[in-house]
């Protein structure tokens, strides 16, 4: 078996960066490394549904914008196969299997699904708290491994999800024999963009908590959202001393700014380290280090949203990769879900013959 790459995103609104710095980059990377023989990028549709189920519309409308977003970032359809996973039914019959493997209580346990359940609102043990919701991981790992991926570029707050995942391959292959394929997790090589902050300084970017930069953000509103950026809030007059750490800004620059973006748009440095160090020392004002980062930021975003409106011009070239990725996905997926009722002798209906011959030496026992 080769080299197999599965990686996706809950359709529930556009892109941000923090998906971009978190997974896309890798996927980018992904396609232009020949040593994979499949990239599958999965648009999980029934996923976005487990706590948006009285709202399927939202979920509907937001898969041309994942689409959209997908392209215009330059994921290349003739080396990623991009799919809708609500058209792959394999994966809802293997994950209604991979639960007879997996405990409530591990499910209680995954830092990510608890992570997931304050930030909606959700409460252990409260009534309103889907089941789909709770069981997002044996669903992720019915994702996974029906693509038989061994590798899956994700950011590092799904690592918990990976190991559930490993565990439920491990114990079925164990029952079953060696049936699924072990997964192994790939993570953004930059450390520090293994996590984008808000821009209101919170850990996490989020478009549920309002405090994101999107992939197709217009010039407009992405200045107001810089120069709106939490930064040392005991930073007050330009000669104070300033922190660094905790600051979004240099948290962006950290990801973003490379040493050319210092002779393009700030000459009065030759490096972020002798930026942050005039920063600490004070004499470096915000709107100055924002004024820089919103330059950077342009120069990447400008041409994702030129990509996009090309790409949006064209919907039926859009539609028709869509299309040709699913059907693709379908004959993968089905394939893995026929291996696995096999493995679990349920495959009653692939040879007549030996099913009634076995049928017959039961019978004359």
Request: proline share 4%.
């Amino acid at each position: 078996m080769g080299k197999i790459a599965l990686t996706g995103d809950r359709p529930t609104g556009k892109l941000h960066l923090g998906h971009y710095v978190g997974s896309l980059n890798n996927r980018l990377n992904l396609q232009n490394d020949k040593s994979f023989d499949e990239i599958y990028i999965m648009l999980a549709d029934g996923q976005g549904l487990t706590d948006n189920f009285d709202n399927p519309q939202k979920i509907r409308n937001n898969i041309i914008e994942v689409a959209l977003d997908y392209l215009s970032i330059g994921l290349d359809p003739n080396r990623v196969t991009i799919c809708i996973q609500s058209a792959l039914p394999a994966l809802t019959e293997l994950t209604f299997y991979y639960m007879n493997v997996v405990t409530v209580p591990r499910l209680e346990r995954n830092p990510t699904v608890k992570a997931e359940m304050v930030l909606r609102g959700f409460n252990e043990g409260d009534e309103g708290l889907p089941v789909g919701f709770f069981t997002y991981p044996i669903s992720q790992a019915a994702d996974i491994t029906g693509f038989d991926a061994n590798v899956v570029p994700v950011g590092e707050d799904q690592k918990p999800m990976l190991e559930q995942c490993r565990e439920i391959v491990h114990k079925f292959n164990s029952i079953y024999g060696e049936t699924l394929v072990m997964p192994e997790i790939m993570l953004p090589k930059n450390e520090k963009a293994t996590r984008l902050k808000g821009l209101d300084g919170m850990e996490k970017m989020s478009k549920s908590l309002n405090n994101c930069i999107y992939l197709s953000e217009p010039a407009g509103s992405l200045k107001t959202k810089v120069m709106s950026m939490y930064t040392d809030p005991n930073h007050i007059d330009i000669n104070d001393p300033g922190n660094v750490e905790g600051n979004a800004v240099f948290n962006f620059l950290d990801v973003f700014c490379e040493e050319h973006h210092f002779n393009d748009y700030l000459k009065d440095y030759k490096n972020l380290d002798e930026m942050k160090e005039h920063y600490r020392k004070g004499g470096l004002g915000d709107v100055k280090c924002k004024k820089f980062l919103l330059s950077i930021l342009e120069e990447m975003i400008s041409k994702f949203r030129v990509s996009r409106e090309k790409w949006k011009n064209n919907l039926s070239d859009v539609y028709d990769i869509l299309d040709a990725g699913t059907k693709k996905a379908i004959s993968k997926t089905d394939a893995t879900y026929a291996r696995v009722k096999k493995a679990m002798c349920m495959d009653y209906f692939s040879n007549k013959n030996s099913i009634i011959e076995e049928w017959k030496g039961l019978l004359n026992k």
